[in-house]
């Protein structure tokens, strides 16, 4: 039986990676060990919670006694590591916060990992790092993409600390040997995303008849990618990457801000019964945020060639599934924006 322990499983893509490793992988035994963050919401995974090879457990990566004592207790065979400070807005105001759980978390983590493993080899293990696309800058030619072999150029904190991990477990494996595999992927949108971000924050914003605020003139290019074919990519790279390496994942979906608000206004009517045009008119252009990446947009053909994935989704059929997953969770998307998802499961989890 394989264990394997995935950080950050209650936030948005950590729980789409739980609920296919537990639901795929009868066989493993998963722990999911999340702090339970503002982003962290056991929700996400109240329909496999109960199920018989998974385990959640309370922690924060950021403590290395906690890490070292967990390592002691629990057989780990493989770590999958997406606890992270995520938003980019949040880094911008708080940039320690990330330092803290992006950079000082994963070298916890790396080292925690090392520690326990180091004594009988590292023979079956494996130590999986999932970052982002943002570590590579910002492209400004049309024309380019970035592929494995671009230099990282971060540009913001939140963008800075994930080069800062990403170097780290390089660093790990080429010091200790460890073996470790890393991806990079595009922007995610689907279920549970945090309405903190643009897709869900429009959606809500547009259910309510709220200001949709834009960043500058909403020419900002963002490639999207459903949750679910992220969750896919990590499998495939978990069990089939090739030690030491780096896979950018992405699905050749590039969208214009403004473009992808557009669209959405433009279903959300059709869904609601509203005359085209209605919700496209709560559009507000607001200051843009500060260093605001121009655009970003993932050459996948590592992955899709090497390891045969492939995004299952078009994006058009994925935002209607994200739009219809929000319109029919209602109560998911008000316990999260009134606060109220934090304490109902830290109680439900003290009581455990
Ligand atoms: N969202 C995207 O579009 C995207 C794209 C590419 C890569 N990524 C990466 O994927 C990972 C997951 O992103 P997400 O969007 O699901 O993030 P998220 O913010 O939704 O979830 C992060 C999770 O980590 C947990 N966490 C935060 N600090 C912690 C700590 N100190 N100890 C333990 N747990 C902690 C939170 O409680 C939360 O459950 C991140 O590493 C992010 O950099 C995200």
């Given amino acids: 039986m394989k264990t394997i322990l995935i950080t950050g499983g209650a936030g948005f893509i950590g729980s789409h990676v739980v609920r296919l490793f537990v639901t795929k992988y009868p066989e493993y035994r998963i722990y999911n060990l999340d702090k339970l963050t503002y982003a962290g919401n056991l929700a996400n995974l109240s329909d ?11 922690g924060d990566i950021t403590d290395a006694k906690f890490l070292e004592d967990l390592f002691a207790e629990v057989p780990v065979d493989g770590v999958i590591h997406l606890a992270a400070e995520s938003h980019v807005d949040r880094s911008i105001t708080d940039p320690m916060a990330f330092v803290m759980t992006n950079v000082v978390g994963t070298v916890n983590l790396l080292n925690a990992a090392k520690n326990s493993w180091v004594a009988n080899g590292f023979d079956g293990k494996r130590f999986y790092h999932v970052s982002t696309d943002e570590v590579y800058g910002s492209l400004h030619n049309p024309e380019e993409f970035f592929t494995e ?9 939140y963008s800075a600390s994930k080069a800062a991990s990403d170097h780290f477990v390089r660093a790990y494996g080429n010091t200790y040997k460890m073996p470790v595999v890393l991806s990079n992927c595009s922007n995610n949108y689907g279920p549970n995303h945090f309405p903190e971000k643009l897709i869900p924050l429009m959606i809500h914003n547009i259910r309510n008849n709220k200001p949709l605020p834009v960043y500058g003139k909403g020419e900002n290019v963002r490639d999207w990618l459903y949750v679910v074919d992220h969750a896919r990519a990590i499998d495939t790279i978990f069990h089939n990457g090739k030690l030491g390496e780096t896979y950018n994942i992405g699905g050749f979906n590039e969208w214009r801000n403004i473009d992808l ?27 843009d945020r500060a260093g605001h990446d121009l655009r970003y947009a993932i050459d996948a053909h590592k992955i899709m060639n090497e390891l045969g ?8 059929e994925g935002l209607e599934k994200t739009v219809d997953w ?25 009581n455990r």
């Fill in 48 to 58: 496999i919670e109960d199920a018989p090879n998974y385990t959640f457990i309370k």
């Fill in 149 to 157: 072999e671009t230099p990282y150029d971060p540009q913001s904190p």
């Fill in 261 to 287: 608000v557009n669209l959405l206004c433009s279903i959300m009517d059709r869904k609601l019964g509203r005359p085209e045009g209605t919700s496209a008119q709560l559009i507000t252009y607001v200051t």
């Fill in 309 to 316: 994935w492939e995004p299952s989704l078009q994006f058009e």
């Fill in 326 to 350: 929000f319109l029919n969770n209602q109560e998911w998307l008000d316990n999260v924006t009134s606060g109220n998802y934090q304490s109902y499961y830290e109680s439900m989890y003290a």
